[in-house]
Nanobody, 124 residues
Framework: QVQLVESGGGLVQAGGSLRLSCAASGRTFSRYAMGWFRQAPGKEREPVATINWSGDSTYYADSVKGRFTISRDNAKNTVYLQMNNLKPEDTAKYYC?????????????????WGQGTQVTVSS
């Protein structure tokens, strides 16, 4: 079972930026797609951005397109989420997850390993 550890969350003012990182254990990181999800209080967990195994195919939720960028470094077993022009509605706990597929996927059912999450709070 892979272990995923997120970092980089925090408190930021609207319009600011944060960069989330997710470090994965194990030797199979590069074989699988990865994703970032978020969950706000009282809401369901939703996909934010996903990336395929090689990093050349990505998906973004409409709410973050043009502001967030997902990337991965397979040599470092790490996936990133660069978040720019943050808005108060981006406030949530952000989770990194590993897909059971090589292609980018948005269904939570396809993700079999999850990190503990990192809190992102955007003040207005």
């Amino acid at each position: 079972q892979v272990q995923l550890v997120e970092s980089g969350g925090g408190l930021v003012q609207a319009g600011g930026s944060l960069r989330l990182s997710c470090a994965a254990s194990g030797r199979t990181f590069s074989r699988y797609a990865m994703g970032w999800f978020r969950q706000a209080p009282g809401k369901e967990r939703e996909p934010v951005a996903t990336i395929n195994w090689s990093g050349d195919s990505t998906y973004y939720a409409d709410s973050v397109k043009g502001r967030f960028t997902i990337s991965r470094d397979n040599a470092k077993n790490t996936v990133y989420l660069q978040m720019n022009n943050l808005k108060p509605e981006d406030t949530a706990k952000y989770y990194c997850a590993r897909s059971s597929t090589t292609y980018r996927a948005t269904s939570l059912r396809l993700y079999d390993s999850w990190g503990q999450g990192t809190q992102v709070t955007v003040s207005s």
